[in-house]
Nanobody, 123 residues
Framework: QVRLVESGGGLVQAGGSLTLSCAASGRTFSLYTIGWFRQAPGKEREFVARITWRGGSPYYADSVKGRFTVSRDSAKNTVYLQMNSLKPEDTAVYYC????????????????WGQGTQATVSS
């Protein structure tokens, strides 16, 4: 089993920045992909970004490309989502997910999920 814990959410004004963290514990040696998803009120969950557990092959949704950066700190078993130039439409609960296989944006293919962290962007 793998446990994922997100942190770093909060309230920020439009144009500001937040950095979300996803700390992994347990059988992390089995992981291949870490993804970030978000869900806004009344909307379906959507893919945001992914990276391999080794820290390679970052991949982004078009809506965040150029503004968000996903990275990994191997020493801390933590994946980060740096969010810059935030917009009110980025307001959502952000979830990290982990898979034991190559996955991109397909949420059902992820094996483990965190509890989520709220990011709110005011206009």
């Amino acid at each position: 089993q793998v446990r994922l814990v997100e942190s770093g959410g909060g309230l920020v004004q439009a144009g500001g920045s937040l950095t979300l963290s996803c700390a992994a514990s347990g059988r992390t040696f089995s992981l291949y992909t870490i993804g970030w998803f978000r869900q806004a009120p009344g909307k379906e969950r959507e893919f945001v970004a992914r990276i391999t557990w080794r820290g390679g092959s970052p991949y982004y949704a078009d809506s965040v490309k150029g503004r968000f950066t996903v990275s990994r700190d191997s020493a801390k078993n933590t994946v980060y989502l740096q969010m810059n130039s935030l917009k009110p439409e980025d307001t959502a609960v952000y979830y990290c997910a982990a898979a034991e296989r190559v996955v991109f944006r397909e949420a059902p293919m992820y094996d483990y999920w965190g509890q989520g962290t709220q990011a709110t962007v005011s206009s």
